[in-house]
């Protein structure tokens, strides 16, 4: 028999309030810790997707909207810009490449993406260049002949089950235009592990308004300088074009990170009432079984318990129940962080699984069991200071 | 184990309490009082005779108001709290009235719980030896029953097994039979006494039960111990 024998043995005398207490404790431990991860995981997913293009060229409006949609799929696109603006800029001896982009509907929730093969070159300061892992790239050229030939990210390819040689459409209006997969591409960790990728070709001519148009459309331009310098030069030179605006993907990352700050603020708040809600608990339950067990008490210290022996049996069943509670948290908020990733993620939200051990996890339990030990402390008090006498007859 | 000496000795002590007045009350008052080692003292009184009072005084749970108690040659009322426990610990068992067995512990466990407190038994022992002692008082087949599970007198036999745990040289008994009907009163008073005798105990007990006033071997009137028997206690 030792002091955790008699509080494991306590734990389980009060079966019922004990389990609560620790389910109460392990609530609040998995929201703080499925909180830490997402957020963690919805920032490293923005910087996993972070496109190496330093400018993209579109219609004016909104910077943020233009990027969100152009590089994350996010958002509504942004108006149109003529094809001819993409001539231009990749004609300017600043820029080093440019790749046009068009933004078009979806097939099963993933979006068209109508782009050229630049959009896959292997430039040697791209971080993800995204290659096929089976099959091949489309090959039709803005000015030649449509192919209406897709390449799937590879989400694409796993969710609705489409494979090379496979032909598909959606709505009955599309049915004229029939795509056909000619690859799939490696997981990148982007967004681009949910688009289909068509030539630009196949897109206006599948698009009704633009199959008519003169003024073939494009979303937006991806730019990379050729000297970092002429950075500012090119975005100030574009913003001051009647109808272009030129924003950086890095500024618009900051606004994300920023708002995203703001974001943890108020859950660093809700977190701490949290917090505070559960050590309340505890502490009632702990104050409350103390008062119960004062003959108890009294009894232990008639046996020969000394003060500080009751005092550290008190104290270690509140951090008992504080570590099952913040072990239990820790694995509930492991699983609450996951699924709530994998649902972000397949709405399309950048998140990545941010499920690695490191110093999150020994500091929550380390957190949790100093609320145990703050809140066992005037229940531990409280039976120290039991007097003998007083409380060894029938209460 | 005979000791030589009085097992324990009294010399005017008192005990008072603070009243809601402010003042105090007063309800012990022992000149002088020898406790003789081995062979069983019952001390008879009526209730609220201070006959608890007097038993928490001599264990060590309570201190007294004035005066000097020592127990096997020890003056306990000049050891510090914490030595206090430990010498009652290992030196003193106590039988009380309700058996205040803990409920969420087996009759195995209440018993070894006592060996936790002292630093008599080695921890290796601890299991064989409550064993023992619960086997030596029939309850050989209740080692893990609850308390919840056990009858009246069973519960009180644990409490029995639970006082002689660390082997204690003194045991005290507040009214040990007063919880029990008749026929367990007295099955339970002769093993209290049957192991106390066997161990060579030194065995106090007080009671205003009539079944129990004739079983020690010298009987003391409260009224006589106290010198403000009219006191409550």
Not at chain 1, 337 to 363: D, E, F, W
Not at chain 2, 104 to 124: I, K, T
Request: charged residues 20%; proline residues 5%; hydrophobic residues 50%.
């Amino acid at each position: 028999m030792t002091p955790v024998t008699v509080v494991w043995r306590y734990l389980q005398g009060r079966f019922v309030t004990s389990v609560l207490t620790v389910v109460s404790v392990g609530l609040g431990v998995s929201l703080v810790i499925a909180s830490v991860l997402l957020t963690r995981g919805i920032k490293e997913g923005f910087i996993a997707g972070a496109t190496d293009y330093n400018l993209i060229v579109g219609a004016k409006g909104s910077p943020t909207q233009l990027v969100l949609n152009v590089v994350f799929r996010m958002d509504a696109p942004t108006p149109n810009i003529p094809f001819s603006a993409y001539e231009e800029i990749r004609h300017d001896p600043r820029v080093e490449a440019a790749v046009p982009v068009a933004m078009g509907d979806a097939y099963q929730g993933f979006r068209y993406v109508a782009t050229t093969e630049a959009y896959f070159a292997p430039f040697s300061w791209r971080r993800h260049v995204p290659a096929v892992s089976t099959g091949r790239l489309f090959r039709s050229e803005p000015s030649g002949k449509p192919d209406y030939e897709a390449v799937l990210g590879v989400d694409v390819a796993r969710r609705t089950g489409l494979k090379a040689a496979d032909r598909f459409f959606e709505g009955e209006e599309m049915a004229a235009y029939p795509l056909t997969v000619v690859g799939v591409l490696r997981r990148t960790g982007t967004a681009d592990d949910r688009a289909i990728f068509i030539s630009l070709a196949s897109y206006w001519e599948m698009n009704e308004i633009s199959r008519q148009a003169t003024v073939k459309p494009l979303t937006a331009v991806l730019v990379r300088p050729r000297r970092l310098s002429d950075l500012t030069a090119l975005h100030r030179g574009w913003n001051v074009a009647p109808d272009l605006q030129a924003a950086l993907p890095t500024a618009v990352l900051l606004n994300v990170f920023n708002l995203l700050g703001l974001v943890e603020d108020v859950l660093v708040v809700v977190l701490a009432v949290v917090a505070i809600v559960v050590g309340l608990y505890l502490f009632v339950t702990m104050y409350s079984a103390t008062l119960e067990r004062r003959r108890e008490i009294a009894t232990m210290r008639a046996l020969g318990a000394r003060r500080v022996t009751v005092l550290g049996i008190v104290l270690l069943e509140s951090c008992a129940i504080a570590s099952l509670g913040g072990l239990a948290g820790i694995l509930g908020g492991h699983g609450l962080a996951y699924v709530g990733a994998s649902l972000l993620a397949a709405r399309g939200g950048p998140v990545t699984h941010a499920l690695a051990l490191g110093a999150l996890q020994p500091l929550t339990l380390g957190a949790a069991i100093a609320l145990g030990t703050l809140a066992g402390l005037l229940p531990a008090v409280l039976a120290y200071r039991t007097e003998v006498a007083e409380n060894l007859a029938a209460l | 184990m005979t000791r030589a000496g009085p097992a324990a000795t009294l010399r005017g002590v008192t005990k008072s309490f603070p009243v809601a007045d402010g003042g105090t009350l007063q309800v012990l008052d022992v000149e002088r009082l020898e406790l003789p080692a081995a062979g069983c003292t019952v001390i008879k009184g009526r209730s609220g005779s201070g006959k608890t009072t007097l038993l928490n005084l001599i264990a060590g749970v309570s201190v007294p108001t004035g005066g000097t108690i020592v127990v096997h040659g020890t003056e306990i009322t000049a050891l510090p709290e914490a030595r206090r426990d430990r010498f009652r610990a290992e030196q003193i068992g106590y039988v009380f009235q309700t058996f205040n067995l803990l409920a969420a512990f087996s009759a195995l466990e209440n018993v070894m719980l006592a060996m936790m407190f002292a630093r008599g038994v080695p921890r290796r022992l601890h299991r064989a030896r409550a064993r023992a002692i619960l086997d030596r008082l029939g309850l050989g087949a209740r080692l893990g029953h609850k308390p919840g599970q056990l009858s009246r007198g069973e519960q009180q036999r644990v409490a029995i097994a639970r006082a002689l745990a660390n082997d204690p040289p003194l045991v005290l008994a507040d009214e040990p039979c007063a919880s029990l009907d008749a026929a367990t009163a007295r099955e339970v008073l002769a093993v209290l006494l049957a192991v106390c005798r066997e161990g060579g105990k030194t065995l106090l007990v007080v009671s205003h039960d009539e079944a129990v006033l004739g079983a020690g071997d010298r009987l003391l009137d409260m009224a006589q111990v106290n010198g403000r028997p009219e006191a409550g206690a």
